[in-house]
Nanobody
């Protein structure tokens, strides 16, 4: 089994910053893609993703403001969020694709962390 623990959400004023972290533990050979999604009422959005090699992709809505990074040795992914806007308010979920000892890939989700941006 694999466990994901997220941290770093909270309440911040518009224009402020937050840093989300997600640490994976358990039966992990390696982690392929690591992603952050967010869920607002009625919609889910892929915010950012990063490959094991460090290639990144961002939603247009966060480009230039958010930065995703990872530490392969610690099986951790972070999302640095700057210049936050009220429309960034959502529950943020960590998502990883894990290579297990069986040789199969499995997908796991974090428990979600609330980010609220007040205007």
């Amino acid at each position: 089994q694999v466990q994901l623990v997220e941290s770093g959400g909270g309440l911040v004023q518009a224009g402020g910053s937050l840093r989300l972290s997600c640490a994976a533990s358990g039966s992990i050979v390696s982690i392929n893609a690591m992603r952050w999604y967010r869920q607002a009422p009625g919609q889910r959005e892929l915010v950012a993703s990063i490959t094991r090699a460090g290639d990144t992709n961002y939603a247009d809505s966060v480009k230039g403001r958010f930065t995703i990074s990872r530490d392969n040795a610690k099986n951790m992914v972070t999302l640095q969020m700057n210049s936050l806007k009220s429309e960034d308010t959502a529950v943020y979920y960590c998502n990883v694709i894990v290579l297990r000892s069986s040789g199969l890939f499995s997908e796991y989700w974090g428990q979600g962390t609330q980010v609220t941006v007040s205007s």
